[in-house]
């Protein structure tokens, strides 16, 4: 049974940082994308960051420059470090695992398997 469980979340103040893991268990990642999307209240789910299988990365505008994807193969597990944090940014943060090589990094629909969520918030 494949789980992703993110950690990592919290209220931090504006300007602040905070750094999310995706442990996944039960299946592989090494060889496949992961990302991260976002879901606001009263919005739609969003793309944040994803990375491939070989580290190349891709970014929502509204994040690049502040935020930072990476994995570690070896644990299975990929990180998101979010900097310079704005109101904004405040969203249930979801771990994505995908199961195919050539997707597009930026498509929920490229994944097949999702996290819990951790709650990120940002205070003004």
């Known amino acids: 049974q494949v789980q992703l469980v993110e950690s990592g979340g919290g209220l931090v103040q504006a300007g602040g940082s905070l750094r999310l893991s995706c442990a996944a268990s039960g299946r592989t990642f090494s060889s496949f994308p992961m990302g991260w999307f976002r879901q606001a209240p009263g919005k739609e789910r969003e793309f944040v960051s994803a990375?491939?299988?070989?580290?190349?990365?891709a970014d929502a505008d509204s994040v690049k420059g502040r935020f930072t994807i990476s994995r570690d193969n070896a644990k299975n597990t990929v990180y998101l470090q979010m900097n310079s944090l704005k109101p904004e940014d405040t969203a249930v943060y979801y771990c994505a695992a995908g199961t195919r090589t050539f997707v597009n990094l930026r498509a929920s629909q490229s994944y097949e398997y999702w996290g819990q969520g951790t709650q990120v918030t940002v205070s003004s």
């Open positions: 990375i491939s299988r070989s580290g190349t990365t």
